[in-house]
């Protein structure tokens, strides 16, 4: 067994046949391996001997675990990240969803490279999270955390805002738009992408700001630094009932005249890969770019 992990945690991914088939062979094979399992309660139903395995909730298995493997697609590896990023443990992920970015191993052959990992050879690197914050007369009303993004909109398609944008208190941008999408450089390669923002490599301190069908032909994408503090402060003037959504997974209310201040949150997600993984060969695949010429 490797010193560096000698508790594992598993976690599934609900009414998923395949999911359920790749949960029971992880089981099977760390348990043959001699390590300690832990289950994510809500996914240990799916194991055939459900009643020997250690069932616990996620906040336990991020605090006992040395590592976290994530059955599922990207969204899975999202709100599992956003509670294991409180703790040491790292994680890492078994694709069963469609693109895959976050998940790495192969379902069907996750064998060999996840003991390469467990023996400690394997690559490690931390993604920064977004703290989200809703402000009412400058009192905190709801807070969350983000990994991929944030995003300001309207809880109606195609109804446009308007707001003020500042960046560590220095005024940047008042806006008339569909709402505003605050990036990590995790999530720049999922809805930022889609509405024209651009792609930062994950070892970058930086945030993009992209405008959502802005009423002006000269708004563009911003980069700003990691550390900066983001605050959209919203006009009064607003009728619709607006939102500010973390991973497209958990949504704040919020009320015209509201402050949402973005920021770095203090903690990072451990995430762990194989020795042969490459970032640029992830983007190559999940894009579609061109192969070598020569």
């Known amino acids: 067994m490797s010193a560096s ?11 998923h046949e395949g999911a359920a088939l790749t949960l029971q062979r992880l089981y099977t094979f760390l348990q043959a391996l001699g390590y300690k399992v832990l289950v994510e309660r809500h996914y240990g139903g799916q194991l055939e ?40 443990v790292g994680v890492i992920g078994v694709n069963r969803g469609n ?59 195609a109804h446009m805002i308007e707001f003020e944008c500042f960046i560590n208190d220095d005024f940047v941008f008042s806006q008339k738009s569909d709402g505003l999408i605050v990036s990590t450089p995790t999530g720049s390669t999922a809805y930022s992408l889609s509405g024209g923002g651009p792609i930062l490599t994950p070892g970058l301190n930086a945030m993009s700001l992209v405008p959502m069908f802005p009423h ?39 009320l015209p005249g509201d402050e949402v201040v973005i920021k770095k949150a203090e903690k990072p997600l451990r995430l762990v890969h194989p020795t042969d993984y490459s970032y640029y060969n992830v983007l190559r695949q999940k894009l579609n770019w061109g192969s070598r010429l020569y």
């Open 5 to 15: 992990f000698k508790t594992i945690g598993l976690i599934g991914k609900a009414n």
């Open 99 to 157: 693109l895959g970015f976050l998940t790495d191993l192969n379902p069907d052959s996750f064998e060999a490279s996840l003991e390469q990992v467990l023996s400690g050879q394997y690559i490690e690197e931390k993604r920064f999270l977004l703290e989200v914050e809703v402000f009412r007369h400058a009192e905190l009303k709801s807070a969350n955390s983000a990994m991929n993004e944030a995003v300001l909109h309207a809880d109606k398609v």
């Open 49 to 88: 001997d459900a009643k020997e395995a250690t069932l616990v909730d996620l906040v336990e298995l991020g605090e006992r675990a040395d590592l976290a493997i994530v059955v599922g697609g990207d969204g899975n590896m999202l709100g599992a990240a956003r509670v294991l990023a409180r703790f040491d």
């Open 216 to 254: 002006t032909l000269s708004s563009r994408p911003l980069v700003v630094d990691g550390d900066s503090v983001v605050r959209l402060q919203l006009s009064p003037s607003n009728t619709d009932s607006l939102q500010v959504s973390c991973d497209s997974h958990v949504v704040l209310a919020l």
